[in-house]
């Protein structure tokens, strides 16, 4: 009989708020995080609204104020989501042996913006910005040397850029010394987190495991997507599965979930959320080239995703209750998506529940797919399925039981969450409702 | 609590655990561009380590890199996606075909969703003349001062917003996780994928990560290991800044010595090394190669700081001694350690510590030896290379040397084969690796038997 995990800590800051029952709140109010961006100037990028985590205070989530100058947001939010989820698993440094928590991190290859890097590569060759920046003769604009020490960057700074920094200060600040992994990838990687962790303890290796993803707002993605059409540019928020969707809005944020033998949680009377029964993780080997398009043929690969996740779980389509959909509001994606879960569910696809959280949060890459994991273990909890927001007409062939307006008040025994990556990369996670 | 974890940990090597062989290698190297080249100039104590090419690094404090020589960039790739790639995502493919090949393994005859890719890379190496063509001066002046005077930009990203060229080059397409995904498209691979980027130890959580995915039965065959290729103004720069690499540019080939009491940094390399993992009786029923056992895999964080392990290499050790749990042997059973050893000062002296934690007084006996004394620091790559030199170290029965061994360190008095290979029969190899910011990889490789 293999071992049975369960999740025992939620931890999340997002534009919905930084606590998880605000999140949740928001969620189920249908209460938007969307707005115009303040953290950076806006008017010459092609979007200027986003999902921003508001009232941000890293103090608050233990990190002290002098480690920020290494820290960009990626990492802030990680240490946020891990910081709330920890303690919501009523875990303290002093319960566990630092070998024997694990860490399985997700998140997105590149951290900086391009004006860091410009910064970077320029004051350490220590060169004349003269030549760069002003025109010959122009007095009236002196030029700037980047020894500058109001210019300098912290000479740790370049450590920020790597990928595995996030999951690095997590061990550091919780005295983490397990088994772990820094995943990355655009956006599957924080679900691909879960999925590790689960299986991990599922295997035997480890009896605790923190995992999830976190994103920083940045203007790299904001103009990468855009040029890859995939950004709604109408300046509002996104609008799952709708027939009139042109794309999704980025948000940044972190979120955590705990993960636990379960007769780990018990001997230590932990509180129980939910368990976890079943994952996949898999790509689209018909990808398209571009890395940031769906192919025609992506349905065929999510919905391989959904079958084996539930295979894995040991059950049937008609055994699921609720699918929290990846929804991410592009044309092609949420086409791809409904073709999928019709294929899986077949019949029975117009009766179960599907719900999508990306037009409340925007699309928070790899936080996204850990956030949803979080929201569906919620949902479980409360029997209760947060309703779709911008939602209003599917589109005319679909059968998808789409919740809009309010949320749905339903019993779960099973819930699917579903990621679904630009890049081909696709993640299916199974949750049940604990039963002793 | 303690005492629940030490009833059922570990217990895990039940019966039926599946067993994970290599029966498929394929690097690209400083070394060469085949494993067969990088083995024979490895075995020969050449080094690959020389002047930058790749950019203009004469105002930069470090000179020297291990960069590939003479690749052939253009033809590894289809044409249309060749200008999207990064030096790092074309060594992969060129390795995955290497590897393929070697492994005897004809895709369109293999059920590719019982195949996954389970890589470790970083964000390919920026240089800044792609910048450069992106950007126009008032920009970075304005960014500059903004910078210095903590006023709001007047004139942000105007050319950001003009540049095509960034948005369809970065960051979508320079990302980590791009040659998984190529490799996926490509080789039209359907199974588990993901990419782990854990700067120097990427590539072994990536080995250990496909081991598991075999072992949970997801998966027959996996494509894993790393690519890299960090050498741009950036990353000189940026581990320059952290005092990590080696100013010996007067003398490249002299730079690169681990455990040697001159040691000053290490260099930065690029490359790829890849190797095909495959479920025991899948690879016997095919009749395929099979070149070693994959037997243990452990990972740990020392939780310590961001640029520094700690000196008595506490943390360092635990993925060690998980590695040997993993595959059921004991410290008498390792015949060779292949050390991560980078050439840094406080990275070796911690290693050494750690291998004699695990080790104890047998730390003396076992022969250990730094590849990147020839290679450099492949980063991501880094692990991969040298477990498909560990491979061959036990079926060629030949412990590649540490090059530039002269001044024996006080700290690091342990056997690092000093300069020449030695003929020894080797069976259980352990390979270690250690990222920055403290996280750890041990892999245990055996003959396979």
Redesign the interface.
Known sequence: MSRRVVVTGLGAVTPLGNSVEENWKALIEARNGIAPICS???????VCIAGEVKDFKPRSFGIHPKSLK?MNKTIQYALAGVHLALGDARLNKD??????VG?AWG????QYS??E???????????D?KN???AEGDTA?AP?K?R?P??AVH?????S?????A???I??Q?????????????DA?GA?AIS?AF??IR???C?LYVAGGSYGLN???I??????DLLSTKNRACMPFDRERDGCILGEGGAALVLE?L??AQ??GAPIYAEIVGS?????????????QHSGTAWK?MS?CISSALQDAGLLPGDIDFIHASGSGTAAADSMEASAIEHVFGQTAGSVPVAAGKALTGHMLPASGAFDALATVLSIRDGCIPPTKNHTETDTDRRLNIITKKALKKEIKYAISNTFG????HVALVFKKFIH | ??A??AD?????KENGQKRVVITGIGAVTPLGNTVKESWHNLVAGESGIAPITLFDAS??PVKIAAEVKNFDFDGCV?E??NP?LGRGTKFCIHAVKEALEHARLDLEKQD??LM??ALGS??EG?Q?KH?EE??D??H??D???A???AR??T????H??N??L???I?????????A???V??L?????????????C??SA?AV??AM?TI??G?ADIMITGGCDSMIG??????????RALSRNNDNPEKASRPFDLKRDGFILGEGAGILVLEELSHAKKRNANIIAELAGY??????????ASPEDGQ?VD?CMK?ALR?AGCTIEDVDYINAHGTSTYLNDKSETAAIKNVFQDRAYEIPISSNKSMLGHLIASAASIELIISALTINENVIPPTINYEFPDPECDLDYVPNVPRKSQVDTILSNSF?????NASVLLKRFQ
């Open positions: 950076f100037p806006t008017h010459t990028l092609p290494v319960d566990y042996e630092p070998s024997d860490i998140v997105d290859g590149i391009a004006e890097f410009l910064l970077a590569c320029y004051e350490a060759v220590g060169k910005m760069y920046v002003c604009h700037i980047t500058d109001g210019l000479p740790l700074w370049p450590l850029v790597l990928a595995n920094m999951l690095c200060h061990a550091i919780h005295n983490l010394q397990g088994p772990n992994i820094a995943l990355s990838s655009i990687s691909q590790e299986k991990a295997r035997g290796g009896d203007t790299m993605h103009l990468s997507f855009a040029s890859s033998d007769g780990h001997g230590r996949s993780f898999l790509c689209d080997g018909a990808g398209d080239r571009s890395c940031a690969a391989m630009f890049s081909g990369e | 609590m303690t629940h974890f059922n940990r570990w217990n895990r105002q930069y289809p249309d996606i999207y590719t969703s996954g890719i970083d964000e920026a800044i910048f992106m950007f001066v008032e970075i002046r960014f500059l001062e910078r210095r005077s709001t930009l004139h942000p990203y105007p950001l917003l540049s095509k960034l948005g369809q970065w960051p979508i397409r320079r990302s980590a996780h791009i998984a995904n190529i996926s498209i080789f039209n691979i359907k199974g588990p994928i993901s990419t782990s980027a854990s700067a130890a990427s959580q250990g990560k598991r072992q949970d997801d103004e950036f990353h000189v720069s940026g581990f320059n800044r952290l452990g990972s740990s964080s020392n939780a310590y700081r961001l640029t943390g635990i998980t993993d990222a920055f910011g403290g996280q």
